[in-house]
Nanobody, 117 residues
Framework: QVQFVESGGGLVQPGGSLRLSCAAS????????MSWYRQTPGNERELVAWIGRLGGIRNYESSVKGRFTISRDNAKNTMYLQMNSLKPEDTAVYYCNAGRGAPVWSWGQGTQVTVSS
């Protein structure tokens, strides 16, 4: 069955960095664009970034542009999100899914990112 396992979250001070990973299984990874989302309590899940099937096309939500970098390793069926210059407003649970801004399958457990001094 399709599975997404997000990891790499944690507690970091403002200005710090984290690298999130998304290990995908159960489908043909290279056939899909992939996306990162985030969600805070009481709010809708929002799209953070998406990447094309071969990694050549990348798109970011405006608040993270210039600070976050999305990438993928198709040989490892894994996607990444390098997050630099983190701000308290980046605090959220981060999720990944197949598709470009519209999730294809059920969600994984997510990984918590907390930016606080």
């Amino acid at each position: 069955q399709v599975q997404f396992v997000e990891s790499g979250g944690g507690l970091v001070q403002p200005g710090g960095s984290l690298r999130l990973s998304c290990a995908a299984s159960g489908f043909t990874f290279t056939s899909y664009e992939m996306s990162w989302y985030r969600q805070t309590p009481g709010n809708e899940r929002e799209l953070v970034a998406w990447i094309g099937r071969l990694g050549g096309i990348r798109n970011y939500e405006s608040s993270v542009k210039g600070r976050f970098t999305i990438s993928r390793d198709n040989a490892k069926n894994t996607m990444y999100l390098q997050m630099n210059s983190l701000k308290p407003e980046d605090t959220a649970v981060y999720y990944c899914n197949a598709g470009r801004g519209a999730p294809v399958w059920s969600w994984g457990q997510g990984t918590q990112v907390t930016v606080s001094s």
